[in-house]
């Protein structure tokens, strides 16, 4: 475990992630736009940087975790960014969500100074985040997989090398693309099983398990029952990601009917104030179509 390792972005998922690399034993360096909160971090351990410039001097392995293409395009290519610091050799794995196409122009910049760059973005929400149990997609040259396997063993259950330089960041689209799809359907089927009369707790427990079980209606479907909107992902994200997938698809010529609704859905929520809410938020929607509300008594 030679390799000096920094982390940029200490978000809902960037935290936990972060903290996992520490526990791991990695000698880590972070930076966070908000400087605060790398506190918990940096009392745990870890340094502190003043820059991704001063972090990348410091790192040859370089974790960026933030919220949109632009914000990677910021921190790694801006006046501040990783490019002004790293050596030629730096291995940068983006873990954020951006689209495919950012992604290889960030890449091809870097390359220009000698910098090595994978696309790895992640699924399993603020808990996977926490508990190391992220499902990680990644796109790049096998080498540069292979250096950056231990690290993303601290922080992944399930890693997957996808393809070249962008595929990591498609492949993640189409999981969002599912992770919608399951939501909606979720939302749906309690809402018609409040509007039954049926045990919401009981009907649960009766289909998780079968064929129409999910990752979403598992971890999901029982906070919609409690009324627990507390965020594992939130609609705000959720919906950025969603732009991404209809953006990306348009490029590719690929129908999104369903996925497009959805975006919809999500820019209702969003437009009623509940953009913070978590992604499961979205039976709200529905509910207000419906006049049911699941698990009212």
Same mark, same amino acid.
């Given at each position: 475990?030679? &390799?000096?390792?920094?982390?940029?972005?200490?978000?809902?998922?960037?935290?936990?992630?972060?903290?996992? =690399?520490?526990?791991?034993?990695?000698?880590?360096?972070?930076?966070?736009?908000?400087?605060?909160?790398?506190?918990?971090?940096?009392?745990?351990?870890?340094?502190? @940087? &003043?820059?991704?410039?001063?972090?990348?001097?410091?790192?040859?392995?370089?974790?960026?975790?933030?919220?949109?293409?632009?914000?990677?395009?910021?921190?790694?290519?801006?006046?501040?960014?990783?490019?002004?610091?790293?050596?030629?050799?730096?291995?940068?794995?983006?873990?954020?969500?951006?689209?495919?196409?950012? @992604?290889?122009? /960030?890449?091809?910049?870097?390359?220009?100074?000698?910098?090595?760059?994978?696309?790895?973005?992640?699924?399993?929400?603020? $808990?996977?985040?926490?508990?190391?149990?992220?499902?990680?997609?990644?796109?790049?040259?096998?080498?540069?997989?292979?250096?950056?396997?231990?690290?993303?063993?601290?922080?992944?259950?399930?890693?997957?090398?996808?393809?070249?330089?962008?595929?990591?960041?498609?492949?993640?689209?189409?999981? %969002?693309? =599912?992770?919608?799809?399951?939501?909606?359907?979720?939302?749906?089927?309690? /809402?018609?099983?409040?509007?039954?009369?049926?045990?919401?707790?009981? #009907?649960?427990?009766?289909?998780?398990?079968?064929?129409?079980?999910?990752?979403?209606?598992?971890?999901?479907?029982?906070?919609?029952?409690?009324? &627990?909107?507390?965020?594992?992902?939130?609609?705000?994200?959720?919906?950025?990601?969603?732009?991404?997938?209809? $953006?990306?698809?348009? %490029?590719?010529?690929?129908?999104?009917?369903?996925?497009?609704? /959805?975006? %919809?859905?999500?820019? #209702?929520? %969003?437009?009623?104030?509940?953009?913070?809410?978590?992604?499961?938020?979205?039976?709200?929607?529905? $509910?207000?179509?419906?006049?049911? $509300?699941?698990?009212?008594?």
């Amino acid at each position: 475990m030679t &390799d000096r390792v920094g982390f940029l972005g200490l978000g809902i998922m960037g935290r936990g992630m972060a903290s996992n =690399l520490l526990r791991a034993g990695f000698d880590l360096t972070v930076w966070n736009r908000t400087a605060a909160r790398a506190d918990e971090l940096v009392a745990a351990g870890a340094r502190r @940087a &003043d820059s991704p410039a001063e972090l990348a001097a410091a790192c040859e392995v370089i974790c960026c975790c933030v919220s949109d293409t632009p914000d990677v395009r910021e921190v790694l290519l801006g006046e501040r960014g990783v490019i002004h610091g790293a050596a030629p050799g730096t291995l940068v794995i983006d873990m954020s969500t951006i689209s495919p196409q950012g @992604a290889r122009e /960030i890449a091809a910049a870097l390359a220009e100074r000698g910098v090595r760059f994978l696309d790895a973005p992640v699924s399993g929400g603020s $808990e996977g985040a926490a508990k190391g149990t992220l499902t990680i997609m990644v796109g790049g040259d096998a080498d540069d997989v292979a250096r950056a396997t231990p690290v993303l063993q601290a922080m992944g259950k399930t890693i997957t090398h996808v393809g070249g330089t962008g595929d990591g960041q498609t492949v993640k689209l189409v999981n %969002q693309i =599912l992770v919608v799809g399951n939501m909606l359907a979720v939302a749906e089927a309690l /809402i018609f099983a409040q509007a039954s009369g049926v045990d919401l707790e009981k #009907t649960l427990h009766a289909v998780v398990g079968g064929a129409a079980g999910s990752w979403m209606l598992s971890n999901r479907g029982p906070q919609v029952i409690r009324r &627990d909107w507390r965020p594992g992902f939130t609609i705000d994200l959720q919906q950025k990601d969603l732009r991404l997938v209809l $953006e990306a698809a348009e %490029q590719v010529g690929a129908p999104m009917i369903a996925t497009a609704m /959805i975006s %919809q859905l999500y820019r #209702t929520l %969003q437009s009623a104030g509940l953009g913070a809410e978590g992604n499961h938020a979205l039976v709200k929607a529905l $509910e207000r179509l419906a006049g049911i $509300e699941v698990g009212a008594a």
